[in-house]
């Protein structure tokens, strides 16, 4: 290998490589420099299991530890509660102009919530440690905002449990009204129903069998009665056609018994005097009642004497007529009788047809009050178990409201940094030096490989395919090399002084150059080097 050649190429090029090595030490070193401190503040939290057993009283929130804790991140990083973070902390009081979305990408960027453990491995369950970071220019910032967030995790755990153990009491709470309002909409139907069919329902279809037959044996007994009286009117009627006598012998007999039938005083006296010999075994005689009796018995008794005597007996015609008269009043009486049984079988016969119509609609009535009655047991039983529910929520909602479920707690609030955290200047400023001289040595390798002049006899040999005798070098002159070193001189301090100025002003005036140049470090790799 020709390494004198090559040292020579190097050497050559050793002012480029040297002009770029500075220049990217020297961006290094003015990143390093122009980069702003970041303070970065933390705190720690832990996730507390139920304080009360579940199988005393159980909570209604039934959310995971792991599930909450992203909801209650996702809610923190909101659009609506960064802004008024930031408004309320002052945070970008230094920069008026910058608009909403930019400091909401802002801090997100900046706030870090990060959970590890709280999976089950093996059968057993890690505790959940919960990590909230903030960083800031400053350190008292970083740590108020961390702890302010922190705050906000512990508010919205809360919130967020003790409304859901709410809403869940005021489900159970509608659901029992709900029910309540169906149960008592049904028992009414029913109760309609019965009123609107009380002679047609099946708990009294025996009862009402028993006195269908009762009334079919009643007809029978009117239709035996009434056949009787027909009988007696016939044979009645034909002894008094055949002899001119009724039955009866004694006429004047007949004639008193006719005439205690048209004295009525004399039978309401008699009965009146047959109610107080009755009474008078049982109550006093100053019982009011009995001194009722007494006070109507002789006002009876008045009534009595003042009615006329009765009439002598009979002559022999009298008694003929006495005779016709007393068939008379027997036709009569046994008339009436017919005439009230038939009434009586009428009436029967009404209230059996009734009673058919009631035994026939009891099977559909019956169906109809059965589904209702199925109805009301099934909103019963969700009744009692909707205020079943109702007492458990009850109690969840008390558990929440008084902290005893799970919860969040701090075990380390975030305290002011002595540090910084980032920039990590030496690292910046010693990745600028060897990225200067890593580009300058890839210029070197890549002007090198395209340069396809003759500098070398091997070369003129391999190009003209010829063979050489002896080779003359081009000659410079010391105005030529002191042109040539000065121009490398001249330019490579005006990038050395001229990138910084460059940047700075960029920085300054234009647009921070920070989150431009960690995005470019993080797709590199080299985040982590901040």
């Known amino acids: 290998m020709e390494f004198e050649y090559y040292w020579r190429i190097f050497r050559r090029h050793l002012p480029s490589i040297v002009i770029l090595t500075a220049i990217g030490a020297a961006l290094g070193l003015a990143i390093a420099l122009g980069l702003p401190p970041v303070y970065r503040s933390q705190a720690t939290l832990i996730v507390e299991s139920e304080q009360i057993p579940g199988e005393l009283a159980a909570s209604t929130v039934s959310t995971g530890e792991i599930e909450a804790l992203q909801i209650i991140r996702q809610r923190i990083l909101s659009r609506e509660i960064l802004l008024e973070l930031a408004n309320d902390l002052q945070l970008y009081a230094d920069k008026p102009d910058m608009i909403a979305d930019d400091k909401v990408a802002d801090l997100r960027d900046r706030v870090e919530i990060t959970t590890v453990g709280g999976q089950v491995r093996r059968g057993e369950r890690s505790a959940t440690i919960v990590t909230v970071a903030f960083e800031a220019p400053n350190s008292s910032q970083s740590a108020q905002t961390t702890n302010e967030v922190v705050t906000l995790i512990l ?19 509608q659901e029992t009204e709900r029910l309540e309002q169906s149960l008592s909409r049904i028992s009414s139907q029913i109760l309609n129903f019965q ?8 708990d009294s279809l025996e009862f009402r069998r028993s006195q269908q037959s009762a009334l079919q044996e009643r007809l029978t007994q009117l239709e035996r009665e009434k056949s009787a009286l027909q009988d007696r009117k016939g044979q009645l009627v034909t002894l008094f056609e055949a002899t001119g006598q009724t039955s009866l012998t004694d006429r004047r007999a007949i004639a008193r018994a006719v005439s205690a039938q048209a004295r009525p005083e004399e039978r309401q006296l008699a009965e009146l005097k047959r109610e107080y010999a009755r009474l008078s075994a049982t109550l006093s005689e100053n019982n009011p009642r009995m001194t009722l009796l007494k006070s109507q018995i002789a006002a009876a008794e008045a009534a009595v004497a003042a009615l006329p005597t009765l009439a002598p007996a009979p002559s022999e015609d009298a008694g003929r007529n006495l005779e016709l008269s007393l068939f008379d009043i027997q036709i009569a009486d046994i008339e009436a009788q017919i005439g009230y049984i038939d009434n009586q079988y009428v009436a029967a016969e009404t209230r059996m047809k009734a009673i058919s119509r009631t035994i026939e609609a009891t099977p559909g009535n019956a169906v109809t009050l059965a589904s209702m009655e199925r109805d009301y047991a099934n909103l019963q039983e969700q009744y009692n178990q909707a205020v079943a529910n109702k007492a458990r929520a009850e109690t969840g909602s008390m558990i929440e409201s008084l902290s ?5 707690t701090v075990i380390e609030q975030a305290v002011p940094p002595e540090q910084p955290t980032s920039p990590n200047r030496p690292v910046i400023a010693i990745g600028g030096l060897m990225g200067g001289l890593s580009f300058g040595a890839f210029l070197l390798l890549i002007r090198e490989f395209l340069n396809k002049s003759i500098r070398r006899p091997r070369d003129l040999e391999n190009g003209l395919q010829i063979t050489t005798f002896a080779t003359i070098p081009y000659m410079t002159t010391q105005a030529e090399t002191l042109r040539r070193r000065s121009v490398v001189l001249g330019v490579g301090l005006t990038l050395i002084i001229g990138v910084p100025v460059i940047l700075w002003y960029v920085d300054q005036q234009v647009a921070p150059l920070q989150p431009i140049f960690e995005r470019v470090l993080d797709k590199a790799g080299l985040g982590q080097f901040l």
């Open 195 to 202: 009123e609107n069919n009380l002679e047609a329902l099946p």
């Open 404 to 408: 005893r479920g799970q919860r969040i």
């Open 155 to 173: 508010q919205e755990n809360v919130r967020m449990r003790t409304s859901v153990a709410r809403q869940t009491l005021d489900f159970f709470t």
